[in-house]
């Protein structure tokens, strides 16, 4: 099979996994603001779920595995596969102990960690219930870490689907504790102050985090892995993996960071009231689509380009780039162009339920036009930073990201002050657009004057054929919604309908125009409806087993 074939057959297979986790993750989501709306309590809970879910956003795309991968590659491939054992024995250990110090100095100083996310002064907050709700939540980052790092092997042996999977069950746990038969008991025995579903859904976040890891366990020990305590930092692999791992996070996880600075930027008293849920939901839509795809190639793309490089293939592993940033933009544009024009039915049809009201609605949907507009610079920083770290340089894109992230603060100032009566609660997530495109623009050229060029003039054809074909898809989406007269329809699913069919005919209008155009991913797509050529596999490629 040809690299392109491996690429989209391994991105296909965390794809639809991902896809399955995303919608669960969707469920997840619309039991917790039904039940919480865009309340204070729902902003208490976001708050102290935001660090747990920023290390666990940040390890679970592929920040762990940044590091971890191309030196675990290169072991595999040099050395006796029992030393790649030993290597990851020791990284396991290693990173359960540092992360079960983290956590325990986090439960400690519960208080000060809330209020790091209050600087400007939280409105209307319940304190005490966040600083609660983050002492349950916060260990589920000692099992989040490990089944990460758990993942980095796997996917090392090009095992992809489970991995992924892992995702599912973590949010069926959070689902099941949102239902009145577990959370209703669990309120009874908290204290008076606390009784709220959001203590039970915590329960449900660390439990699903311990499933996340425990489901890995069988494959990494069918694969030779061993989990009798070893810690030594004397190891020359480890002491790679150290060194690279801090700017890896950096780099990978610049668009969390981002996030939680404009959450940070969200709980001034200038912002709206519920500002900070809004601006969670509105970055779980769209989720939907960068992790669908765009993170799902990310995987798929670091373990083979670790391979080129340790092969001396530079000019194959700038291909496989190309390739990949290519048909992700084929997919990125014109889901962009679907949200910031369906962005409120979308969030009507998802969230508009219980608590979650026609103002919550409104605020949601302003928040994610701005999100969406930097859909595509936020996929392809997923794509480009895994070539920088195949390579094993994890300084540039942590350099770059630290740039990205002033740039994202003096917007978030400057919008806070000057135009917030204008963008109200979407000028975080214009800063964080904004942000993202400096990110990608500075990585992309310093990559091209280090190593030639990447296919530029191609791509920017490419997108050009793209953009025709989302113009148009645009004009057909806004001929359906004006006749369906969307905001009138009294029905759940009259609404649920017409968003579909206003979904199907903009899709339909753009690959068809695609095809008409001759655009040259379309027929890329189809590889993976190739299924007469056997699959290579990593070990195979590699010669280990």
Request: proline share 4%; with cysteine; net charge positive.
């Amino acid at each position: 099979m040809t690299e392109k074939g491996r690429i989209l057959k391994s991105a296909s297979a965390i794809t639809l996994v991902t896809l399955i986790s995303r919608i669960c993750g969707y469920l997840r989501d619309q039991r917790v603001v039904l039940l919480l709306g865009t309340s204070t309590a729902a902003d208490a809970f976001v708050l102290a779920f935001r660090i747990p879910n920023l290390i666990r956003r940040m390890v679970g795309e592929g920040s762990l595995g940044a590091s971890f991968i191309p030196v675990f590659t290169r072991t595999l491939r040099d050395k006796p596969i029992e030393q790649a054992w030993a290597l990851a024995q020791r990284m396991f250990w290693i990173l359960a102990a540092g992360l079960a110090a983290v956590s325990m100095l986090a439960i400690i100083f519960s208080k000060q960690v809330i209020y790091v996310f209050t600087v400007f002064g939280a409105h209307r907050m319940q304190w005490d219930l966040a600083i609660f709700l983050n002492r349950i939540i916060f260990p589920s980052v000692i099992f989040i870490g490990l089944a990460a790092l758990a993942m980095a092997i796997l996917n090392s042996f090009h095992v992809f689907a489970l991995p992924a999977s892992t995702g599912v069950v973590f949010n069926l746990a959070v689902i099941l504790f949102s239902f009145a038969f577990l959370y209703r008991p669990i309120m009874r025995w908290t204290p008076q102050a606390f009784r709220s579903p959001a203590v039970a859904i915590a329960i449900g976040i660390l439990l699903g985090s311990v499933l996340q890891l425990g489901i890995q366990i069988p494959a990494l020990v069918r694969r030779g892995m061993r989990f009798a305590p070893a810690i030594s930092f004397a190891d020359p692999g480890v002491r790679t993996i150290g060194k690279l791992m801090g700017p890896s996070f950096f780099g990978m996880g610049v668009y969390q960071i981002n996030f939680f600075v404009d959450t940070i930027f969200a709980t001034s008293s200038r912002m709206p009231s519920g500002s900070i849920t809004s601006l969670y939901v509105a970055d779980r839509v769209m989720e939907l689509v960068l992790g669908s795809y765009a993170i799902a190639m990310s995987t798929a793309l670091l373990p083979l380009m670790s391979r080129q490089v340790a092969a001396g293939k530079i000019g194959d592993m700038k291909r496989t780039f190309a390739f990949s940033l290519r048909i992700v933009s084929f997919i990125t544009i014109p889901a962009a162009v679907g949200l910031i024009l369906l962005r409120h039915p979308i969030i009507q049809v998802l969230f508009q339920h219980g608590h979650f009201v026609a103002e919550s609605t409104t605020l949601t949907a302003r928040a994610l036009l701005y999100y969406s507009l930097g859909l595509p610079a936020f996929a392809a920083i997923k794509l480009i930073t895994p070539m920088y770290f195949s390579a094993q340089d994890t300084w540039t894109p942590a350099k770059i990201g630290a740039w990205a992230l002033g740039v994202n603060i003096a917007l978030n100032a400057i919008f806070l002050v000057t135009l917030v009566r204008v963008l109200s609660n979407g000028s975080p997530a214009l800063a964080s657009t904004a942000a993202a495109y400096f990110n990608f623009a500075a990585l992309f050229l310093i990559f091209r004057r280090r190593y030639g060029r990447l296919g530029a003039r191609q791509l920017l054809a490419s997108i050009g054929k793209m953009a025709v074909c989302a113009v148009a898809m645009a004009a057909g989406c806004i001929v359906v919604f004006r006749f369906s007269n969307f905001f009138t329809l009294a029905h759940f699913v009259s609404r649920l309908g017409w968003l579909a069919a206003m979904i199907a005919v903009s899709v339909a209008i753009y690959f068809g125009l695609a095809w008409i155009l001759r655009c040259e991913e379309l027929p890329e797509l189809f590889l993976l409806l190739r299924r007469h050529e056997p699959a290579v596999t990593a070990a195979s490629e590699s010669g280990f087993n």
